[in-house]
T-cell receptor, first 114, second 116 residues
Framework: AQTVTQSQPEMSVQEAETVTLSCTYD???????LFWYKQPPSRQMILVIR????KQQNATENRFSVNFQKAAKSFSLKISDSQLGDTAMYFC???????????WGAGTKLIIKP | GAVVSQHPSRVICKSGTSVKIECRSL??????MFWYRQFPKKSLMLMAT?????????EQGVEKDKFLINHASLTLSTLTVTSAHPEDSSFYIC????????????FGPGTRLTVT
């Protein structure tokens, strides 16, 4: 069975700093997708970034980038120049290519301090 | 971008009554919708996968007779909590899958259910 592990329950950094959230997963699948979602206090789930397993190049979206290490089954999220609006719960999620269900990590609460 | 709405956003009901939560894809057709439950400060727990025109597939441990799911059209899925009890109080979230190139699920804003 697939599992997703986020080992950092909570992190706190100063505004403008860079922060990295860790995520590891376990699967025997070869075709899958990885996601980072953000859930602010409003509780609306927002997609931050996605990565297709078959792509070697790490995905980037403005200040957000991932370090995808397929062999190590690691998928960390780096947030550069952090902003107060980045304060939220961040969830790492795994999607099998065959049934499109998301398997979620426990989440990391990120606090950006002014 | 794709938008998913949920109604109501908050609902309070008395123990023993039933409550219906609607999930709509506003600007796209969703062949598949998912229903999640989220406990405070916890991750999302998948309850069921809903496919238009067919019976929902429930995750292990989820009572299908208690959580009735109907996916009557490509833009609407409903979750009915029957004979609700205080332990059913939770935050319920739906998402819709477009099966496009990105395999992205679009999430509704959630429904806060409180059973008194």
């Amino acid at each position: 069975a697939q599992t997703v592990t986020q080992s950092q329950p909570e992190m706190s950094v100063q505004e403008a700093e860079t922060v990295t959230l860790s995520c590891t997963y376990d699967t025997s699948e070869s075709n899958y997708y990885l996601f980072w979602y953000k859930q602010p206090p409003s509780r609306q789930m927002i997609l931050v970034i996605r990565q297709e397993a078959y792509k070697q190049q790490n995905a980037t979206e403005n200040r957000f980038s991932v370090n995808f290490q397929k062999a190590a089954k690691s998928f960390s999220l780096k947030i550069s120049d952090s902003q107060l609006g980045d304060t939220a719960m961040y969830f790492c999620a795994f999607m099998r290519g065959s049934n499109y269900q998301l398997i979620w990590g426990a989440g990391t609460k990120l606090i950006i301090k002014p | 971008g794709a938008v998913v709405s949920q109604h109501p956003s908050r609902v309070i009901c008395k123990s023993g009554t039933s409550v219906k939560i609607e999930c709509r894809s506003l600007d796209f057709q969703a062949t598949t919708m998912f229903w999640y439950r989220q406990f405070p400060k916890k991750s999302l727990m998948l309850m069921a996968t809903s496919n238009e025109g067919s019976k929902a597939t429930y995750e292990q441990g989820v009572e299908k007779d208690k959580f009735l799911i109907n996916h009557a059209s490509l833009t609407l899925s409903t979750l009915t909590v029957t004979s609700a009890h205080p332990e059913d109080s939770s935050f319920y979230i739906c998402s819709a899958e477009t099966f496009g190139e990105t395999y992205e699920q679009y999430f509704g804003p959630g429904t806060r259910l409180t059973v008194t």
